[in-house]
């Protein structure tokens, strides 16, 4: 019986000319990175499961791909003691890179600027326009205390999807040290505010109502008091120095050019926030394109330093499709030299290796006609060939 | 206690500079394939385990990581028909590259030609050099039965090498059909000619006793005969189209100015070849630096028609050490500004604002002095800062 042809559950394939079209905006993105001083690295696909798990990434624990160990026993599992899996794949790029930047301590300029693009993976329930591998494009600012860092996080994020086309964006911004503040406050001190911020922030999905249930085993007047602090943010629940802060990002923004807001009920549903907290809206749109936040000191967890890290993080799924290719300039020249069989495509693809050399700008591709010419130009046409020459015509 | 900072077994990260080269390598290759029509695609990494075992990839299906199911619990892989793990990483580009043919027949043109450049991931005994994930960049012709297809795959490889500045390469060039009537002339009619392969291909890393002793079952004198064979690669003892067809591969690339030559040594691991099979040699190093071959009718498997294929794969980490950055033109000019504190930052980020708009290609790098400024000039200097500026001399 025949395998199925389907991609994996909950995964796709990408066919052209989509797939060109990511290529050109992820290169785009990490172009514009590069001009503020962000050096791109690599982290492998895998983590030890040690890595990922308590890291405080809230849901996307739950939702870790294992990868069974080489050679493993499946009794393994079962005895005590045996691990069947001890590693898995990274759900975010910001862990590994905490153990990154531990790992390669003495090799890095501190303060370092970093950018990283790359695949993610979480176990998510399949669901329509939902998928279990996207591609996350981060930037990071490693060592620095300050809400410089925030400004220019979100200030270069902005510039890159100005740059894409992508205008009329706002940053809406909040501070998990306010967040803190109001919940113990209205909840009274907290050991686990992680789950009161997962709840939280489910807000805008599922209603107050529903989070109000989630919140069940505190006092319910407290938690009204606190999803109406969330509507109104009153700023002056939290330590002073925070409101200065938030003023003084929203204003260095400003003065950047940039539109940017308080937004109280902006709240993400990681633990490892310990400041400012971030996301970009655009009117289009009703999900965020991009988001981030202060996380100082998750390198601690790996023997190093506990450094103040900072680091927004665009949805590369969410940005592509609001991507107009003409951003990119004016297409390729693309001809295609369609061949009656084996002899006359070797002589073109002599010509064509001669046209590539006169114009390397332009694409030349030699092929067999197919039984059903019209399909084939159809299809030509859509990857962008403006020119089909039937092989016998085509000179140098 | 504190995580491991280290990556995880047998991977690494990649820190800068060399993540920016992998970046401008794959970019360029990406490039020059385009030049001759090849389109990309993405596939995911995992895919059906049924996908990836019984495909012939010889002994890469015994190096598949595993995936352990969404929620499977541990004792489901002991009970009857139970399953732990359904899906794995893929270990090649080239079979999920039959699927995706087979799941998108009808949006693809027809003869297709497709570029194709991914990690790839095998659980290998870790060992000096040699990673479990590492990148493969393919080209694949679908759906071009002749030897046009090999010709122009070997052209465009070579090209690419060249264009990366690795000039001097030789395709070696066999065919999978005159191997298979020399090992059925010498060791009779096969079963499993995929293990035969295997076991030829580990030559000039074993030694012919230690393949021969591979090849214990078979009768001792017809091995001998064989490993003489492959010696000497009397063409004659194959089908005559197959000689025809090897000395038209051959005199088309050298009308295309390539190297080549038959090499009846050359063997490749997979079991899914059936007919030519190539790789790129370099005086430099004792490696090859890409492989690839003819693999007609792998879609079959995926219930479409059985299309002829063939691809060439770049072996990524083998290239990218040997390719000097100044095939890229000349660096981009970076800029650092050291500040002293946070409000010096914020007047900075504004100027370098200004300054990026005048003079895209440059970088402008804002951050804070380190404690150690000595160092801190090293560390730029080694990613290619040429100037160093101090804050409070940096002017619009």
């Known amino acids: 019986m025949a395998q ?18 990511r290529r050109r905006v992820a290169n785009r993105i990490l172009d514009v990175y590069a001009g503020y001083g962000y050096e791109v690295i690599e982290t492998p696909a895998f983590e030890d499961l040690d890595v990922l798990v308590g890291s405080d990434g809230g849901d996307n624990e ?24 001890d590693a898995g794949l990274r759900f975010d790029l910001t862990v590994p890179l905490a153990r990154f930047v531990a790992n390669h301590l003495n090799d890095l300029p501190i303060p370092f600027k970093v950018a990283h693009i790359a695949p993610v993976w979480r176990a998510e329930r399949p669901q329509r326009g939902r998928f279990r591998e996207f591609t ?32 009329g964006c706002t940053v809406r911004l909040n501070d998990r040290r306010l967040l803190r503040a109001a919940v113990e406050t209205y909840l009274g001190p907290l050991h686990n505010a992680g789950a009161v911020y997962i709840a939280l922030d489910k807000l805008d999905k599922i209603g107050a109502d529903a989070v ?12 009204q008091a606190l999803l109406k602090w969330l509507q109104e943010g009153d700023i002056s629940v939290g ?41 970009v809206s ?15 000191g998750m390198t601690a967890r790996f023997g190093a330093p506990g450094l103040p890290m900072c680091g927004f993080s665009i949805g590369f799924e ?12 004016p297409a390729r020249r693309k001809v295609a030299i369609t061949c009656a069989g ?24 030699v092929l067999r006609r197919a039984r059903n010419v019209r399909k084939q130009q159809d299809d030509l046409e859509r990857l962008g060939y403006s020119e089909v020459v039937e092989g016998r015509d085509f000179s140098a």
């Open 318 to 329: 969410r940005v592509c499709p609001l991507v107009d290719p003409s951003v990119f300039g």
């Open 239 to 279: 330590p002073g120095a925070v409101a200065e802060d938030l003023g003084q990002t929203l204003s260095s923004l400003a003065r950047l050019g940039h539109s940017a807001r308080f937004d109280p009920t902006l709240v993400r549903g990681m633990g490892y926030y310990t400041g400012q907290i971030f996301e």
């Open 62 to 85: 739950k939702l870790i791909f294992k990868v069974l160990k080489r050679g493993a026993k499946l009794d393994e599992g079962l005895r005590p003691g045996g691990e069947l899996a």
């Open 282 to 296: 655009h009117p289009d749109v009703p999900y965020s394109l991009a988001g981030g936040g202060r996380y100082d």
């Open 342 to 365: 084996e002899e006359e495509m070797l002589r073109c693809l002599e010509l064509a290796r001669l046209k590539r050399a006169q114009e390397p700008a332009a694409v030349f591709s």
């Open 212 to 223: 109000a249930a989630e919140l069940a085993a505190y006092d319910s007047l407290g938690v």
């Open 4 to 21: 199925r042809a389907q991609a994996v559950r909950g995964m796709r394939d990408i066919v052209p000319p989509e797939a060109e079209l």
């Open 136 to 167: 996350q494009c981060d930037i990071d600012i490693v060592g620095e205390p300050s809400i410089a860092a925030e400004v220019e996080l979100c200030s270069a994020t902005l510039d890159v999807l100005e740059n894409l086309g992508i205008g």
